[in-house]
């Protein structure tokens, strides 16, 4: 195996990178180096080596790391990481489950690269050159760890743009050519486009959430806003009196309506709604639902856009609760990364002294296990989800 090449790091960053935390910024650099992006590198402060990651000039984030030990970045690494993530995660999966995130990017010590399993399909995105590169290195370990049916590429993705990479593939990597695939989850059965679906097709990281939310559905009319393929509907309406779900998506509302049929519960026609969920929000009258559910994609993008997204949850969660009645529950989430908790509270707060009422919270909840984060990387914590009760004042 050719020798890999080297990077040297400042000793005033030394620090950082001892911490554990996996990007290292062209700023901490001794030097740019003159190497070609993408590559794997062995970097070193002085004559200390402290790790093996990949270089690229295009981002602020010179080096992402892989490995603190010296070993080579092969198949069987990957393989290796692989199988330890698979053994570690399906100890705590729960019964009649065969969907979760099996790689997690730097929280699982694999920068920019995702995969989700959904049964014995696997699902990738290759965010970055580095990780692109090593594509067919990860291809190979995710057939020895997992020896799925098909692995498919979803690596259409802004973020690659960035990185300096031209294209967004789609496609399928390895094994039997598939579109859809049928999951089981908590019980529950969805159909999952993996090709043409959103992020890889189905959003695993709500799974607790939306187990939790039962009981506090019972015999409730509720409406599901963003509700995407019916993930938060499929479950409320094994116990709720009615459900509404709501999302600008045609195929995304057909999906829900599969889903229901899926799950043996009743499809009516007005049940389903392809509609604009701010204008739902606000031709919805008073009193029709006592619990809403809002869970929307991401707001902000980047940082830029933090401004105009605390404006937008700030809209959405004021008009649900405007129409909410007293005692009626809101079930609120956020994924977007740059909206921390406490930012989120106060819009929940916000929200509340709009509408001249207060919220009790009942349920704080977060991204679930296979959704780790470390704590010597915070940026990887990025989901808040609240089941709120209004109260009058």
Known sequence: MAEMHKVQIRNERLKSVLAGHPWIFSGALAQKPHIPDGVVVRVLCGSQFLGIGYYNSHTDIAVRMLTLRDEPIDAGFFAERFRLLRRRKEEWLPARTNAYRAVFAESDGLPGLVVDKYDKTLVAQFHTMGMDRLKPLVVEGLVKAYGPKTVVERSDVAIRTMEGLEDKPVGILHGTDVQEVEIEENGFKFLVHVIEG??????????????????????????????????????????????VSVDISKPATEYCRRNFRLNGHAVNEGDFLAQDVFDFLKEMQPGAFDMIILDPPS?????KQLTNAIKAYTTINSKALEKLPDGGILVSSSCTSHVDQSTFIKILHQS??????????????????????????????????FILQKWGR
Do not use: I, M, W
Request: with cysteine; net charge positive.
């Open 198 to 243: 959103q992020k890889t097709g189905f959003f695993l990281d709500q799974r607790d959430n939306r187990q939790a939310l039962v009981k506090y559905a019972k015999g409730r009319t509720l409406a599901n806003c963003f509700s995407y393929t019916g993930g938060f509907s499929v479950y409320a309406a094994s116990v709720a009196k009615r459900v």
């Open 299 to 303: 707001f902000a993008k980047n940082k």
């Open 352 to 385: 509340s002294v709009n509408t001249r009422c207060s919220l009790k919270v009942l349920e704080s909840r977060e991204q679930p296990f296979d959704h780790p984060y470390h704590l010597s990387f915070p940026e990887g914590r990025y989901l808040k989800f």
